[in-house]
């Protein structure tokens, strides 16, 4: 895993352990039990969709109705139908929400309960947060 740190970030011995490894047994169990590499991909591509408000009120829109058209998605939201759309199509690409079509107008729903799961965590951890400021 590589990471990224600005050119003038500076590493002091208080960020360094004084060996390479203290534990090698218990880092190779580690390694054992973490996902492939493409699993952290995909996380970071789901939470980097999930990083934008708009999107994010999709979402909750979609906890509370359930399943919604883009028109109305977009009168709950204030986002305009053409950034709805937009939007709309990223969650879909990272297999967010799903759709189907009724006649000329399209409607949106969540994929599947773990993105109820995603989202109350994540307000669960920002109400915790805000609690203790």
Request: glycine share 6%.
């Amino acid at each position: 895993m590589t990471v990224k740190t600005s050119p003038d970030a500076k590493v002091t011995r208080l960020d360094r352990c004084a060996i390479e490894c203290v534990e090698p047994e218990r880092v190779q169990a580690v390694l054992e039990r973490l996902p492939s590499e493409g699993v952290f991909q995909d996380l970071a591509e789901t939470f980097r969709v999930l990083s934008d408000p708009g999107r994010v009120r999709l979402i909750s829109a979609l906890l509370e109705a359930g399943e919604l058209c883009v028109c109305d998605l977009a009168a709950v939201t204030g986002l305009s139908q053409t950034a709805c759309s937009h939007n709309l199509r990223l969650l879909r690409s990272s297999r967010l929400v799903r759709y189907r079509k009724q006649g000329r107008n399209v409607y949106y729903s969540l994929d599947d309960a773990h993105i109820r799961l995603l989202l109350d965590v994540g307000l669960q951890h920002v109400s915790h947060e805000e609690g203790e400021a």
